[in-house]
């Protein structure tokens, strides 16, 4: 049986949203992401540490584009970032002040937690405080 080659990491995440000038103001402004790049109504590319978060619009990506084929989501889905365990209350304090909701808080191993909030797109986003993923 063949066996496949390695996979080195994710590269792109993507959600969708359905206001981009929100969407940006969202992710740049609340979320600290380095935007990268826009296309106006189509997309927005984001920096964050080491991989790219990336923002489209789901009507015009369904329709496919020159460099792409047709992609595109509706209703909520879910990404997750890490940050250092020193950061995680800091991130939480930080969301809630700026009158984010927390929606629910999980611990995962005796280290690992998480807890979820929403972007203005009702996506599901978490913040987990290190890669408590099996390797």
């Not at 992710?27 to 826009?38: C, D, P, S």
């Not at 005796?110 to 807890?115: A, L, M």
Request: hydrophobic content about 35%; overall charge negative; some cysteine.
């Amino acid at each position: 049986m063949a066996v496949p080659p390695p996979v080195t990491g994710v590269l792109e995440t993507v959600l969708y949203y359905t206001d981009q000038a929100r969407a940006e103001q969202f992710y740049r402004e609340i979320l600290g992401f380095r935007l990268l790049g826009k296309e106006p109504g189509r997309h927005l590319f984001f920096r964050a540490g080491s991989s790219m978060f990336l923002l489209f619009d789901s009507k015009a990506t369904s329709k496919g584009g020159s460099a792409t084929p047709a992609h595109g989501a509706s209703g909520s889905v879910h990404s997750c970032f890490v940050v250092s365990q020193q950061d995680y209350d800091r991130w939480r304090e930080y969301l809630v002040l700026r009158d984010i909701p927390i929606e629910q808080e999980v611990g995962w191993n005796e280290e690992g937690r998480s807890f979820y909030f929403r972007d203005p797109d009702n996506n599901l986003l978490e913040i987990a405080n290190m890669d408590f993923w099996p390797r």
